[in-house]
């Protein structure tokens, strides 16, 4: 699922094995992918909460994805 959208770049969200995986695409794609990686390892430590294909919910401390909350990070 898509969970974040710029003319430059763009990041979907999905499911393997029960863990959150982000990946990414666009011209800063290159430059972002640095991040995303430090990011996808943070998340195999992590289990979502729910998750299902119309949003996931990743933690109590986290709002769900995607939403307006989520959004305004």
Known sequence: MRVYE????KVNA???NGKVVLDIEGPLSTVA???IK???KIFQEEK???ADEDNIIFSTWSPPIPSTAFNRL
Do not use: C, L
């Open 48 to 50: 979502p909460i729910q």
């Open 38 to 40: 430090r990011i996808n």
């Open 6 to 9: 710029k003319s430059v770049i």
């Open 33 to 35: 992918s640095p991040v």
């Open 14 to 16: 999905s499911t393997e």
